[in-house]
């Protein structure tokens, strides 16, 4: 009963079959052919291919960096006039605050400036 149960978990992919009752298919020479021809083919096509692969790649990233720097130049101007409007805002709060400043001192010592 060991044994019969090692057996069957040993037996793996093949099925119990030994390697002496499996038979090898030898390759056939027209197979080979036809394979080195398709290696052959897919090399000559590889070898036209790579450098018009490299140059689209070149060009991508080339438009790459030139939509990078543009969309970074329109941020910045973006950004520069968000700035002038805060640095405005900032002015004109600045003057309200010295102006009630002013009125409240105007008011506190009763005379003007």
């Known amino acids: ?7 069957k978990k040993s037996q ?3 099925g119990g079959v030994s390697k002496k009752q499996q ?3 030898p390759i056939s020479t027209a197979e080979r052919k ?3 021809l398709q290696v052959e083919r897919l090399n000559k096509s590889s ?3 790579i450098p018009t692969l490299l140059k689209e790649a070149s ?3 080339l438009d790459k960096k030139k939509t990078r720097s543009t969309l970074e130049a ?9 700035d002038s409007k805060v640095r405005e805002q900032i002015e004109t709060e600045k003057s309200k605050t ?4 002013l009125k409240q001192i105007e008011m506190i010592s009763g005379f003007s400036l």
């Open 12 to 14: 793996g992919k093949n």
């Open 34 to 36: 036809r394979t080195k």
């Open 74 to 82: 329109e941020g910045l101007v973006k950004d520069q006039a968000r």
């Open 23 to 25: 038979k090898k298919r």
């Open 59 to 61: 060009e991508q990233e």
């Open 1 to 7: 009963m060991g044994k019969s149960s090692m057996r």
């Open 47 to 49: 070898e036209t291919m």
């Open 98 to 101: 010295n102006d009630s400043m």
